[in-house]
């Protein structure tokens, strides 16, 4: 009897079933091989979990680490001598999921010096919690519970921004849109009240979410506190000073936020408590940088009041044998020794991995934006080769701003020494991120400004040879259907037989006067109100094309517009006024407000372009000590550009600080609006990268020259070599080297 036929069955029974494969097994045998072992154990968490005494939570013996040396400078040709590096950290503890809360920017609609405070408090909120993560960051259901309620708060912040102004109930002026100490029975107008409610609940909220955010981390540091006190108690030691400073220390800073925001609640429409509310903020602040800088120079050893000398004399301490043996000879260590070992915990937690993930948001942010600006203005009519010229500029400036800190000469590579050096590397870290933040967004407002005044230019340029080459007359019922005028202001949003009768019922006076006994004087006056008024009209279409949602005007400045429209004495003025700025008549003055925040951004966009080099320039230094000359040359030369775009900051220097100039007024005018006349803000600081850029290059090519050489691939100068054909593969123009 033969048993093939079953076996096939078998066979074919097994095939089919694949899709329900291990359904009623507990453990498949495969886990270990495709990494499904090691998620479940991290899915798997505890409720609590303490940082210091679990075994699988990343801790190392103290006796490990304690007294290596403490040269900063050579802990990366050292990597043994790492807490963070030891084997054991790497063989026995599963890695914990790397938690990134991070809101992003608020790109909302704030002035400069608001979004400057913003992004100040919202970066240390991330990274004093970067920094307990990196310490004392454990994978249980406590942490996750935190970062949901943390990001709660990161929500709020981002919802209430819009409404937030620094200057709110602290700067009295006149203007209808500054807000100051009124009650709700001295306030008339509905806007105003709108925007009183505005600003009040979004201060409101970001105070309370403010001193929500101290007390959560407090309440982390306490814990940890706790957790070390059973530890100390299971060890027989002490608990190490550097524990006490958070927990304690931040009461007062808890304190401080705390009594904002109950000044802001109660206090917040009063000059005294707008203005008190900044400096608790200030104060609690600054008292968290310095209790955080505090511990990162305490010692894990030291137990008493003696944090920072011993911190200062432990460099003259030299490393202790055990980690100069082989491991296979390290000894067990005795009863004692774990006694008196305290476990430092690893909590897996990358410092490098989450700076580059704020800087690869924030990046995406921006060019986000500048897409944003891209688009609203795309359908605007007349787009010229300076708007071209400036979309390929904005996007060459972000990639090689991603260029510069991902392939700068620390690039991929972890920071390593004390927590010390790596404090200050990520505080350095600040002006560079605010820095990025700022100039993108003031790209993206240089783009929209060239855009539009670009656009404006070219549009009145075909305007005049598009009615030069018309048979126009007033008297010729068949001009209001002229068909090229009608489809050239329809594309700028007006209608031809609307302007051509407003024109005709000007000069008539509503056909009171027969055309011919309008004498030439007053054909030619009123002729240049129209002009004048429908150059406004396309103008304000246009601003509204290319701002998209940031197109809103002013009150003041609407009401004033529509004074241009309905008052001749505005327009007139404009014809035939003799001033002796051109900055005093009422068109440029117009448009200059329309423009006020695009202008103010072109005096200072070229310093964050220089602050950015210098911060990358100090980055880099901090970060750890140049290998050569061509890392230094690199680093140098960062710096080097930074202070030259500095200087350019001398181009708002002049006599005449406006847009608009009178003919032979060129020389008074600052130098800034004649770099924004000539459409080369943004291509001025794609042009410093690119430089920066090819310089860069040019040392690495020499350093893996150099490397060729010291190998024995050819002898001689460098000079000589760089751009000679008989290179190794390796090191050619085309070939990768190796």
């Not at 002035?111 to 993560?133: C, E, G, K, R």
């Not at 009295?172 to 105003?192: K, Q, V």
């Not at 359908?379 to 500029?393: D, E, R, T």
Request: proline share 4%.
């Amino acid at each position: 009897m033969s048993i093939q036929p079953s076996e096939a069955l078998v066979v074919e029974s097994n095939s089919d079933g694949k899709w329900f494969s291990g359904i009623r097994d507990d453990v498949h045998s495969d886990d270990d091989d495709d990494g499904l072992t090691e998620q479940r154990l991290k899915q798997w968490r505890p409720f609590l979990q303490s940082p210091f005494n679990d075994s699988d939570a990343g801790v190392t013996p103290q006796t490990l680490v304690s007294n290596v040396g403490g040269d900063d400078e050579k802990d990366l040709e050292k990597p043994g001598m790492s807490r963070a590096d030891t084997s054991l950290s790497q063989q026995n503890s599963v890695s914990n999921p790397v938690q990134v809360v991070y809101a992003g920017p608020a790109w909302v609609h704030l002035d400069t010096i608001s979004y400057l405070v913003f992004f100040l408090v919202v970066w240390w909120l991330w990274a004093s919690q970067t920094l307990y993560n990196i310490h004392f960051y454990t994978n249980d259901w406590v942490h996750l519970l935190s970062i949901f309620v943390q990001l709660i708060i990161f929500g709020v912040l981002a919802a209430t921004a819009r409404g937030y102004n620094v200057g709110a109930y602290i700067v009295r002026s006149d203007e209808p849109d500054t807000l100051d100490a009124r009650t709700i029975n001295d306030i008339y107008e509905p806007e105003y009240y709108v925007k009183d409610r505005k600003a009040f609940y979004s201060l409101d909220a970001i105070g309370f979410s403010l001193a929500a955010s101290r007390t959560i981390q407090w309440l982390q540091h306490v814990f940890v506190l706790v957790q070390a006190w059973f530890t100390a108690r299971k060890l027989k030691r002490h608990i190490p000073w550097k524990l006490y400073i958070l927990p304690f220390g931040l009461l007062i800073s808890i304190g401080l936020f705390w009594t904002a925001a109950v000044f802001t609640h109660f206090k917040g429409r009063t000059v005294s408590g707008a203005w008190l509310k900044f400096i608790l903020w200030a104060v609690g602040l600054l008292v968290e940088l310095l209790l955080h800088l505090l511990m990162e120079n305490c010692k894990w050893e030291v137990d008493s009041f003696r944090c920072l000398k011993e911190s200062i004399t432990s460099h003259d301490v030299p490393p202790q044998l055990e980690l100069l043996r082989a491991p296979s000879q390290s000894p067990q260590p005795s009863p004692v020794q774990r006694n008196q070992a305290w476990p430092v915990h690893l909590s897996g937690v990358n410092l490098r991995e989450r700076l580059e993930a704020i800087t690869t948001i924030i990046l995406g942010e921006g060019l986000n934006t500048i897409a944003g600006a891209l688009g609203a203005g795309i359908s605007a009519p007349g787009l010229g080769s300076a708007v071209v010229v400036n979309i390929f500029c904005a996007a060459l400036i972000v990639y090689l701003l991603a260029y510069f800190y991902f392939e700068g000469p620390t690039g991929d590579r972890n920071l390593k020494g004390s927590n010390r050096r790596q404090m200050e590397w990520m505080l350095s870290h600040f002006p560079f991120l605010l820095s990025i933040i700022l100039l993108l967004l003031g790209i993206k407002n240089q783009f929209l400004l060239t855009s539009y005044l670009s656009t404006g230019e070219r549009t009145f340029r075909k305007l005049g040879e598009t009615m030069d080459g018309q048979r126009l007359a007033l008297d010729d019922p068949t001009s209001e259907l002229n068909m090229p005028m009608k489809n050239f202001l329809l594309k700028r949003g007006l209608k031809w037989a609307e302007e051509f009768q407003a024109l005709n019922a000007s000069v008539t006076q509503s056909g009171t006067i027969p055309l011919g006994d309008v004498s030439d004087e007053q054909y030619e006056e009123d002729f240049g109100i129209w002009s004048m008024r429908i150059s406004l009209k396309v103008m304000v279409n246009l601003y509204k094309a290319f701002m998209g949602e940031d197109s809103e005007i002013k009150p003041e400045l609407e009401a004033w517009i529509q004074m241009y429209y309905d008052d001749d004495d505005y327009p007139l003025l404009d014809v035939v006024g003799e001033l002796e700025q051109a900055s005093e008549f009422n068109y440029p003055r117009i448009i200059s407000g329309l423009l006020e925040n695009n202008l103010q951004i072109s005096r200072y966009i070229i310093g964050l372009a220089g602050v950015i080099f210098l911060s990358l320039g100090l980055m880099n230094r901090l970060h750890s000590k140049p290998r050569d000359r061509f890392q230094w040359g690199i680093i140098l030369s960062r710096l080097s550009m930074g202070f030259i775009l500095l200087l350019l900051l001398n181009l708002n220097c002049g006599e005449i600080q406006s847009l608009w100039i009178r003919e032979g007024q060129e020389k008074q005018q600052a130098g800034v609006f004649r770099w924004v006349w000539a459409w080369m803000v943004v291509p001025t600081i794609a042009i410093a990268f690119a430089v920066e850029f090819v310089i860069e290059w040019t040392l690495i090519r020499c350093a893996g020259m150099a490397t060729a050489r010291k190998r024995g691939d050819f002898s001689g100068p460098l000079w000589r070599e760089f751009f000679g054909i008989r290179m190794p593969f390796k090191l050619n123009w085309f070939g990768r080297a190796k």
